[in-house]
């Protein structure tokens, strides 16, 4: 303890030590530094604090290019969740996906980005709980490429900056309005029709009762412009796991995505479904499909 020392640099110090994660020695450290002792006794002191503030700016860096930084690839539909530290999105990916996220009351507990797998009507869509905005670990890389943005919040007033901060305009965005298990009916009532008033598209979630978790799987869902192709092979009754294509498809892209080349092999095939005339329809390759179609593709 520096003699001397202003008490906001006492009370930094504290912070620092009782600091669980490099974000929050971080902020401690700065606070430190700004409040420092500016007499000679202090020298080695300043030096000692900085180096250490750069020290732990150079591991922060290195965890991140090994974790997080090192990029996420991205699924054909990925919805990346944003907000506030301590808003609940660790939990909202648990309730979402076979993620098991570390959860914490402190804040900035999300220090990379964590993926799970939402499988919802035989869709899989990547769900990526991003680190808090304040965070130095926040990724915009990984926001302005995704297709649907999930916004965290606990008040109506976090909306506003937070949407002014994305400069993805491009992505689908969806309001969740978490811990709503605080509020009585009344105030959910009122909360509801504020969100639309304002026409944004909007759940409200309860990770502790699991209130409002299927709908808002629902609009994850819906937030994708996508169609779902159903293969069988032939002889079996159960059509395979469907293969998720743009509207406007044909049948020959359904067979290059179940293996590049596979359209050359195939002769013709037979469709049942919304783009069918009738059950088991003949039809070629440049057939456009619809979605729910179930497709029987004959290689000789």
């Given at each position: ?6 008490p906001d640099y006492l009370n930094a110090e504290k912070r620092f030590q ?83 996220p570390k959860i914490a009351s402190y804040g900035f507990t999300t220090s ?120 069988k092979h032939q002889g079996k009754k159960k059509p395979n796991i469907p ?58």
């Open positions: 303890m520096p003699i001397n020392a202003h009782n600091a669980s994660t490099d974000d929050e020695k971080i902020k401690a450290l700065e606070e430190m530094i700004k409040y420092l002792p500016s007499h000679k006794g202090a020298e080695n002191l300043r030096k000692n604090i900085r180096n250490r503030y750069k020290r732990l700016k150079q591991d922060i860096a290195k965890k991140s290019k090994k974790s997080g930084k090192k990029g996420v690839k991205k699924e054909q539909m990925q919805a990346v969740l944003l907000g506030l530290t301590n808003s609940g999105k660790s939990s909202i990916l648990k309730s979402l996906t076979n993620s098991n990379e980005p964590i993926i799970g797998t939402l499988t919802y009507q035989e869709c899989n869509i990547q769900i990526v709980d991003l680190p808090p905005i304040a965070s130095e670990n926040f990724d915009k890389g990984i926001l302005n490429n995704t297709d649907t943005i999930l916004i965290v919040i606990e008040k109506i007033d976090e909306i506003k900056p937070i949407l002014e901060s994305i400069t993805n305009k491009d992505a689908k965005k969806i309001i969740i309005f978490n811990k709503i298990d605080l509020f009585n009916e009344e105030t959910k009532r009122k909360i509801s029709e504020t969100l639309k008033s304002k026409k944004y598209n909007f759940t409200l979630t309860s990770t502790i009762t699991n209130e409002g978790i299927e709908d808002l799987k629902g609009k994850i869902l819906n937030s994708f412009d996508f169609i779902r192709v159903y293969t293969v998720i294509l743009p509207p406007g498809s044909s049948l020959k892209e359904v067979a290059e995505k179940i293996l590049h080349g596979f359209s050359k092999k195939v002769k013709y095939a037979k469709i049942t479904g919304p783009s069918s005339k009738f059950k088991n329809q003949k039809v070629g390759l440049k057939h456009i499909v619809k979605d729910k179609d179930i497709v029987e593709f004959a290689t000789e």
